[in-house]
């Protein structure tokens, strides 16, 4: 993800809310505008959207907007709350706030990916891989790498060098952060980020 | 610590380590993840034949000895190259090596010595040194035909902060184990515990049963109970390496012999290496020759039990106990690392074992 995990403070059959730091380091920022980062708005819609699947531990994906308003500029490394309620199956009210300032809100109607939702995906994946690289530099306290300049292609065990102790410990992580079981047996299997972050959608989705 | 009755319930590795205590003894194994073994037969030769002796058993006592220093630094050099960090010197009698145990010790700075302890390694090589009791004197006497063992091998590492004693449990000696524990107690000494595992094809008296097994677990835990600044071992230990199921039925062995992987961990790293400094991955693990099926040795579980984290980090219960054997085997293996308390005072039973945790 391009903003630092969700920490979910409240989360209901109906509401939830979580809170969000932006990464200084987001890809978003670079673009838009050169001297002058700000969250773009499709950004914070996906945000929003984001923070629903993962509390659904679901794949879902936006289908329709509608009331949407932007009051607030997001900047690197600003703190938000999400909070979402479903006024009625996959429609959720949502608000960002920051410091107590309304930053954006709307309503979503969400829907379940399918496989003509492939470019969205394929978002999901890089996503999950832009997080499990965040995942692996963070637990072996890597330097001179980002979770974007990580090259998901590298050998864990050849090229960065993990041994099994390591990838247990990064698998926790994983199961606290996707809510998916990484079996032991498995571990031969997951030799870059790239395949990991395939495992970790496919399991999302229930396929074993 | 928030460590109750026992609970299946499967919780966030987050929760587990939120506890203090368990995120403070977390944060202290996890520095030593980096550890790496492979084992090296030393020297053919021994100045004692005990019964049941894992070396003298199967193939690897016929190799030719290599007493070449150069060739032995250079395997030490391209060991450590290949990412070994942790030396476990052993077969059949490193201490009539001390040469080569040295050279050992200069390339790879950490490391453990397996010696029956009738000879001193002087202190040049800092291992930890693993030295094996199996009995009184008397019982030593008819197993290992050696006289006066312990007060030998307490002369020889008096004071000797490398020194471990490893009693070896078999069904003959049980109740012996307490006035060994306490005659080192009173020497400042420390002991952990060992559990005979037959070689392949043994059909001696040593093998144990499930009442030597049952009287074993009985023995440890008042050890445990009543010398808790001497004995080296947690409650634990004391589930994986005296249930009726060995280690590999219990956790999946990962020694090569055991394991076909060679993408990661010790089935990638491991290897065993016979006195002509040749290794066979089929015959690798700590003690090959051992019947796997029977196998309950101190130095497989260090490995074995100490590998399956993630199986245990489902509650703070099982958490906590795989803690308290890996602080264990930290103390018993490393060289200056102390072990704290344990964190459980009873035992658990390892996850998916469908059983309760055994009767102490």
């Not at chain 2, 184990?177 to 392949?200: C, K, W, Y």
Request: hydrophobic share 40%; proline share 5%; aromatic share 10%.
């Amino acid at each position: 993800m391009w903003y630092f995990r969700p920490s979910f403070k409240k989360i209901t059959n109906n509401t939830l809310l979580a809170h969000i730091t932006v990464s200084d380091g987001s890809p978003w920022f670079s673009g838009h505008f050169p001297d002058d980062p700000i969250l773009p708005g499709i950004a914070q819609l996906n945000m929003a959207a984001e923070v629903i699947s993962i509390a659904r531990q679901e794949n879902l994906c936006i289908k329709r907007l509608s009331r949407v308003k932007f009051k607030k500029r997001i900047r690197p490394g600003d703190r938000l709350e999400i909070h979402a309620s479903a006024t009625e199956a996959n429609l959720y009210t949502f608000r960002i706030t920051s410091e107590a300032q309304d930053v954006c809100s709307g309503v979503m109607c969400l829907a379940a990916t399918t496989a003509s939702d492939k470019s969205i995906m394929t978002i999901a994946i890089d996503q999950t891989i832009t997080r499990v690289a965040e995942i692996i530099i963070n637990e072996l306290k890597l330097e001179d790498v980002t979770p974007t300049t990580f090259n998901p292609d590298l050998d864990l065990v050849d090229e960065v060098g993990i041994d099994s102790m390591d990838l247990a410990t990064i698998a926790l992580v994983i199961r606290d952060e996707f809510g998916i079981r990484i079996d032991e047996d498995d571990y031969p299997t997951l030799t870059t980020v790239r395949i990991i972050a395939a495992y970790i959608d496919q399991r999302k989705n229930g396929a074993e | 610590m928030t460590v109750g009755t026992a609970s299946t319930a499967t919780c966030k590795f987050t929760d587990i380590i939120a506890d203090p205590l368990i995120r403070e003894r977390w944060d202290k194994v996890r520095r030593y993840f980096f550890l790496r073994e492979s084992t090296y037969d030393m020297t053919n030769r021994c100045n004692i034949r005990c019964e049941g002796c894992y070396y003298f058993t199967g193939e690897k006592q016929f190799a030719l000895e290599n007493r070449d220093e150069d060739a032995w630094r250079q395997l030490m050099a391209a060991e450590k190259e290949r990412g070994i960090t942790f030396a476990v010197l052993a077969g059949a009698e490193p201490s009539l090596v001390p040469r080569l145990c040295r050279i050992c010790s200069e390339n790879i700075p950490l490391g453990a010595i397996a010696t029956n302890g009738l000879k001193a390694i002087p202190r040049e090589t800092d291992y930890r040194i693993h030295i094996s009791v199996w009995g009184s004197d008397s019982t030593s006497k008819e197993i290992r035909k050696a006289d006066c063992m312990l007060a030998r091998q307490m002369d020889n590492y008096r004071d000797d902060p490398r020194a471990a004693f490893v009693y070896t449990f078999t069904p003959f000696n049980i109740d012996e184990a307490r006035q060994i524990t306490d005659t080192l107690a009173e020497g400042g000494q420390q002991i952990t515990f060992n559990m005979f595992s037959a070689p392949v094809g043994y059909t001696g008296p040593l093998r144990h049963t499930a009442e030597s097994l049952a009287r074993t677990r009985e023995v440890m835990a008042g050890l445990l109970a009543d010398y808790p600044q001497t004995v080296l071992f947690s409650w634990y230990n004391i589930v994986a390496h005296t249930s009726d199921r060995g280690l590999h039925d219990l956790f999946s062995c990962t020694y090569p012999r055991m394991n076909a992987s060679t993408a990661i961990g010790l089935g990638r790293s491991f290897r065993q290496y016979r006195t002509d400094l040749k290794w066979d991955r089929d015959a690798a693990c700590c003690v090959p020759d051992t019947d796997c099926a029977d196998c309950r040795h101190y130095a497989a579980g260090s490995a074995v039990v100490t590998a399956r984290m993630y199986r245990h980090a489902i509650n703070v219960e099982s958490f906590a106990a795989w803690l308290d054997y890996v602080d264990t085997y930290l103390a018993v293996w490393v060289r200056g690392y102390t072990k704290g308390a344990n964190l459980l005072t009873y035992p658990v039973a390892p996850p998916g074992s469908n059983q309760p945790p055994t009767p102490l």
